[in-house]
């Protein structure tokens, strides 16, 4: 009975998979009651035939009151299918073979546990589970197996025959094979019944080899060895964005090292400290972004200030873990666009020798971690195809055709084992706090801490200039390949301070393909920050074409030789060089709408939960801005040939699919595809897009169903921050909300009495106001008349009496 009710349930559970219909097709019931079942027939002549004892009308029914929407493959003759279509309409899924096979497979592994002492007869059971067990000196069997079915059927609407309810001794011999427990004879032949549908299904797909069968894959499934082919466009998986999966969590040993040092701190004074410093549920974080602190600018928890002991422990609890989810959604985009050779180098490509020096400003070290992350999973991965690789070619590799093929080999700065080219280098991490550097040094090793970040020395330009002796200097100064600065911009108030902090990090990085990564807060002004740093790295360092050279300032010499700009460009999020088209005006007067941003999930630690008391979830969405850029480097051009591709280009019938451009060719055509900067909008038969376009404009592309089968199925699976490449039936300009500017005031006019027009909101009464505007003009105009006439009077007077 077990078995049978695990079936049944697995039966109703592809019953509500994804149908293979379309949903226009009109699904009709031929009768609103329940049918009365009949008796299905012992053997079946044929693949085609139909049973000979019973009519078809009967045979269908009781296929469907078996099987319910769903039907396997082969089991009804062309004839008896369209007497099922005209009577239930087409069937919801068609079960494959393979299906019929689990369902087997399971049945017989449930049998096995079955006790030997119930083997050999049908076990009846009242309503309640209890079983109903046979005395000596009853009637026959048939007789005891009818009454008992008719006490079982008392609290049924309906009664069934007598005759339904008798089971022979050749039925019971053959459900004893089963080992199958029913609660009455009905259910017994009923199970019977599934069993030899599957049997006869299985049978009839074996007779015919050869037929292609519709096997329906799902894209998303867990790695079980076995070649999955995955219905995702090669370009659209290219340009996916986020972490997968989507929930980002912290590593075992950074949350066993966080729970270590917490473990002496009382949580009742944990979570009044977190409360008094970042406010109720945490509104005020550095993280936090929703309704309560979208207007809040402040960055609480400084890492480059000093921090009490009970602070630091707040950060770690509170802080920490959305910093680590940042970093680690940014920096997994960095890797998407430059590759696994800029995480890790290649010894076969001069220009890529990995990221060696990494420095961390304004997390505290989550960034490290993060990065680390990266680096192990990428030197993992590398050591797995090598080893793949090795194993299947002996001989020594050769140069690799593409530079991200997974034939090279490590370069002098790895080593063989997995992991060992993490600390090959020692990040830098920037803390002011003396308390939360000692915490951190327990989960960053072979790491070192400076109390602030370096100024600016020295010119780093790749070429210096013509004539001008440079500075000799007796240290060299340390470059970085790699600055991760989350929330040091919105701290500053001033441009100027923003303006020199941006400048001061370029001077940082490694002329020859250093990357800045520039994080703040998902809100309008954290965007702004981001924006205006982009904007100012693009006027004063990033050469483009028509913009070659630095704009001259004031206490430049007019006939002097103009100042180069270096090489470099815009990895992420943008793939533009033009001016942002959110921040085409400048910082808004008020609060803007539309701004750029990401979204990214992390899963709080049972600590943070107890800190702001979450019981329903255990995940926390934030937004985020940022932007990546690189220095010395051109990422847009590339020394292989620009192309274009299309849909057709790809062999997506094998798994992985074929291209025929190397993964240098796609990186660089990756850079002139679009970016949904919003959440997309699907509808029932068309996906609506914002997009950020090459051409430096917002712009709202529609993708019908009518478009394309590949690009609509694309379509209904893109997510916010995913570069599109499959094109748009429509596209049209989007209106933006970038935040207004205050109106001019109107000078008063004291004749008339009118009153400048201050700025604000909406009146609560503006005809009133009108009136009294109004009225106050007319008693105006009313005394400057009088008092006319009473100096055309007063004049009229004197020359009366003069005369």
Same mark, same amino acid.
């Given at each position: 009975?077990?078995?049978?009710?695990?079936?049944?349930?697995?039966?109703?559970?592809?019953?509500?998979?994804?149908?293979?219909?379309?949903?226009?097709?009109?699904?009709? %019931?031929?009768?609103?009651?329940?049918?009365?079942? /009949?008796?299905?027939?012992?053997?079946?002549?044929?693949?085609?035939?139909?049973?000979?004892?019973?009519?078809?009308?009967?045979?269908?029914?009781?296929?469907?009151?078996?099987?319910?929407?769903?039907?396997?493959?082969?089991?009804?003759?062309?004839?008896?299918?369209?007497?099922?279509?005209?009577?239930?309409?087409?069937?919801?899924?068609?079960?494959?073979?393979?299906?019929?096979?689990?369902?087997?497979?399971?049945?017989?592994?449930? /049998?096995?546990?079955?006790?030997? +002492?119930?083997?050999?007869?049908?076990?009846?059971?009242?309503?309640?589970? *209890?079983?109903?067990?046979?005395?000596?000196?009853?009637?026959?069997?048939?007789?005891?197996?009818?009454?008992?079915?008719?006490?079982?059927?008392?609290?049924?609407?309906?009664?069934?025959?007598?005759?339904?309810?008798?089971?022979?001794?050749?039925?019971?011999?053959?459900?004893?094979?089963?080992?199958?427990?029913?609660?009455?004879?009905?259910?017994?032949?009923?199970?019977? &019944?599934?069993?030899?549908?599957?049997?006869?299904?299985?049978?009839?797909?074996?007779?015919?080899?050869?037929?292609?069968?519709?096997?329906?894959?799902?894209?998303?499934?867990?790695?079980?060895?076995? %070649?999955?082919?995955?219905?995702?466009?090669?370009?659209?998986?290219?340009?996916?964005?986020?972490?997968?999966?989507? %929930?980002?969590?912290?590593?075992?040993?950074?949350?066993?090292?966080?729970?270590?040092?917490?473990?002496?701190?009382?949580?009742?004074?944990?979570?009044?400290?977190?409360?008094?410093?970042?406010?109720?549920? #945490?509104?005020?974080?550095?993280?936090?972004?929703?309704?309560?602190?979208?207007?809040?600018?402040?960055?609480?928890? +400084?890492?480059?200030?000093?921090?009490?002991?009970?602070?630091?422990?707040?950060?770690?609890?509170?802080?920490?873990?959305?910093?680590?989810?940042?970093?680690?959604?940014?920096?997994?985009?960095?890797?998407?666009?430059?590759?696994?050779?800029?995480?890790?180098?290649?010894?076969?490509?001069?220009?890529?020798?990995?990221?060696?020096?990494?420095?961390?400003?304004?997390?505290?070290?989550?960034?490290?971690?993060?990065?680390?992350?990266?680096?192990?999973?990428?030197?993992?991965?590398?050591?797995?195809?090598?080893?793949?690789?090795?194993?299947?070619?002996?001989?020594?590799?050769?140069?690799?055709?593409?530079?991200?093929?997974?034939?090279?080999?490590?370069?002098?700065?790895?080593?063989?084992?997995?992991?060992?080219?993490?600390?090959?280098?020692?990040?830098?991490?920037?803390?002011?706090?003396?308390?939360?550097?000692?915490?951190?040094?327990?989960?960053?090793?072979?790491?070192?801490?400076?109390?602030?970040?370096?100024?600016?020395?020295?010119?780093?330009?790749?070429?210096?200039?013509?004539?001008?002796? &440079?500075?000799?200097?007796?240290?060299?100064?340390?470059?970085?390949?790699?600055?991760?600065?989350?929330?040091?911009?919105?701290?500053?108030?001033?441009?100027?301070?923003?303006?020199?902090?941006?400048?001061?990090?370029?001077?940082?990085?490694?002329?020859?393909?250093?990357?800045?990564?520039?994080?703040?807060?998902?809100?309008?002004?954290?965007?702004?920050?981001?924006?205006?740093?982009? &904007?100012? #790295?693009? /006027?004063?360092?990033?050469?483009?074409?028509?913009?070659?050279?630095?704009?001259?300032?004031?206490?430049?010499?007019?006939?002097?030789?103009?100042?180069?700009?270096?090489?470099?460009?815009?990895?992420?999020?943008?793939?533009?060089?033009?001016?942002?088209?959110?921040? *085409?005006?400048?910082?808004?007067?008020?609060?803007?709408?539309?701004?750029?941003?990401?979204?990214?999930?992390?899963?709080?630690?049972?600590?943070?939960?107890?800190?702001?008391?979450? %019981?329903?979830?255990?995940?926390?969405?934030?937004?985020?801005?940022?932007?990546?850029?690189?220095?010395?480097?051109?990422?847009?051009?590339?020394?292989?040939?620009?192309?274009?591709?299309?849909?057709?280009?790809?062999?997506?019938?094998?798994?992985?699919?074929?291209?025929?451009?190397?993964?240098?060719?796609?990186?660089?055509?990756?850079?002139?595809?679009?970016?949904?900067?919003?959440?997309?909008?699907?509808?029932?038969?068309?996906?609506?897009?914002?997009?950020?376009?090459?051409?430096?404009?917002?712009?709202?592309?529609?993708?019908?169903?009518?478009?394309?089968? *590949?690009?609509?199925? +694309?379509?209904?699976?893109?997510?916010?921050?995913?570069?599109?490449?499959?094109?748009?039936?429509?596209?049209?300009?989007?209106? #933006?909300?970038?935040?207004?500017?205050?109106?001019?005031?109107?000078?008063?006019?004291?004749?008339?009495?009118?009153?400048?027009?201050?700025?604000?909101?909406?009146?609560?009464?503006?005809?009133?106001?009108?009136?009294?505007?109004?009225?106050?003009?007319?008693?105006?105009?009313?005394?400057?008349?009088? +008092?006319?006439?009473?100096?055309?009077?007063?004049?009229?007077?004197?020359?009366?009496?003069?005369?």
């Amino acid at each position: 009975m077990l078995v049978a009710r695990r079936s049944l349930r697995l039966t109703r559970v592809l019953t509500r998979q994804k149908p293979i219909v379309p949903k226009s097709i009109a699904f009709r %019931t031929f009768t609103t009651t329940t049918p009365a079942t /009949n008796d299905l027939p012992n053997q079946y002549a044929n693949v085609r035939g139909r049973p000979t004892e019973q009519p078809i009308e009967s045979y269908v029914r009781t296929v469907r009151d078996t099987w319910g929407d769903n039907l396997p493959e082969g089991l009804l003759s062309e004839e008896e299918f369209q007497v099922y279509q005209r009577y239930y309409g087409a069937p919801v899924r068609m079960l494959t073979p393979e299906e019929i096979e689990q369902e087997l497979e399971f049945m017989e592994a449930m /049998n096995k546990d079955v006790e030997e +002492d119930e083997q050999g007869a049908v076990t009846l059971e009242d309503i309640d589970g *209890v079983e109903i067990v046979q005395e000596e000196g009853e009637e026959s069997e048939e007789a005891s197996l009818a009454d008992l079915e008719e006490t079982l059927d008392m609290s049924r609407e309906t009664q069934e025959s007598e005759a339904d309810a008798e089971i022979s001794a050749e039925e019971l011999q053959e459900i004893q094979e089963g080992k199958v427990r029913a609660r009455s004879a009905k259910e017994a032949r009923l199970y019977e &019944q599934l069993g030899r549908d599957i049997e006869r299904s299985l049978r009839l797909a074996q007779e015919s080899a050869g037929e292609e069968l519709y096997v329906e894959e799902e894209e998303e499934v867990e790695d079980s060895g076995e %070649t999955v082919h995955i219905r995702t466009h090669p370009l659209t998986q290219f340009g996916r964005f986020g972490t997968f999966p989507a %929930t980002v969590r912290l590593p075992e040993t950074v949350l066993g090292t966080t729970r270590a040092l917490l473990s002496d701190v009382n949580n009742k004074h944990l979570g009044e400290a977190a409360e008094k410093i970042l406010g109720p549920r #945490l509104e005020e974080s550095p993280i936090m972004t929703g309704k309560y602190g979208r207007n809040i600018n402040k960055i609480p928890l +400084d890492t480059s200030h000093g921090m009490s002991d009970m602070e630091s422990n707040v950060f770690l609890a509170t802080v920490l873990p959305g910093y680590y989810a940042q970093s680690l959604s940014a920096l997994k985009e960095l890797r998407r666009r430059l590759g696994r050779d800029w995480v890790l180098g290649n010894q076969y490509d001069e220009g890529e020798t990995g990221v060696k020096h990494v420095l961390d400003v304004g997390t505290g070290g989550a960034g490290i971690l993060a990065w680390r992350a990266v680096v192990e999973a990428e030197q993992a991965l590398r050591d797995e195809e090598a080893a793949e690789l090795t194993a299947a070619e002996p001989a020594e590799p050769t140069e690799p055709t593409e530079p991200d093929s997974t034939a090279s080999g490590p370069n002098e700065h790895e080593s063989t084992e997995a992991g060992e080219f993490v600390h090959s280098s020692r990040p830098v991490v920037v803390i002011g706090s003396d308390r939360l550097r000692f915490r951190m040094s327990k989960m960053l090793e072979n790491t070192t801490f400076i109390p602030r970040l370096p100024q600016v020395h020295a010119d780093t330009s790749l070429k210096p200039e013509h004539g001008v002796e &440079q500075p000799v200097l007796k240290q060299p100064r340390k470059l970085y390949d790699l600055i991760i600065a989350t929330n040091t911009l919105l701290s500053l108030h001033e441009d100027h301070t923003r303006r020199y902090h941006v400048q001061n990090l370029w001077s940082l990085l490694n002329p020859n393909g250093g990357v800045l990564l520039l994080i703040e807060k998902g809100n309008a002004r954290g965007f702004e920050a981001i924006a205006g740093a982009r &904007q100012n #790295l693009l /006027n004063n360092n990033i050469s483009r074409p028509g913009a070659e050279f630095v704009p001259p300032t004031e206490a430049d010499d007019i006939n002097g030789p103009r100042k180069p700009k270096e090489i470099g460009s815009i990895v992420a999020p943008c793939t533009n060089h033009e001016e942002c088209p959110m921040f *085409v005006s400048g910082p808004g007067k008020s609060l803007r709408r539309d701004y750029c941003s990401f979204l990214q999930r992390y899963e709080r630690p049972t600590y943070l939960q107890r800190i702001i008391g979450a %019981t329903r979830r255990n995940h926390e969405d934030f937004t985020y801005s940022y932007v990546a850029v690189r220095r010395g480097i051109d990422v847009t051009r590339s020394h292989e040939a620009q192309i274009n591709p299309k849909t057709d280009d790809f062999d997506t019938t094998v798994s992985p699919p074929k291209s025929p451009y190397s993964m240098q060719q796609l990186r660089t055509h990756a850079f002139s595809l679009p970016r949904n900067v919003f959440p997309p909008m699907k509808r029932d038969k068309h996906v609506i897009m914002d997009m950020c376009t090459p051409a430096g404009k917002i712009e709202r592309w529609t993708v019908p169903k009518s478009y394309g089968k *590949v690009a609509f199925r +694309d379509a209904r699976k893109v997510k916010w921050g995913d570069l599109w490449a499959l094109g748009a039936k429509t596209k049209i300009l989007r209106n #933006l909300s970038l935040g207004h500017k205050q109106p001019r005031t109107v000078a008063k006019n004291d004749e008339l009495g009118e009153e400048p027009v201050k700025p604000g909101g909406k009146k609560k009464n503006p005809g009133k106001n009108q009136r009294e505007r109004r009225k106050a003009q007319q008693e105006a105009r009313r005394t400057a008349q009088l +008092d006319r006439e009473d100096a055309v009077r007063m004049v009229a007077e004197g020359l009366n009496e003069e005369n």
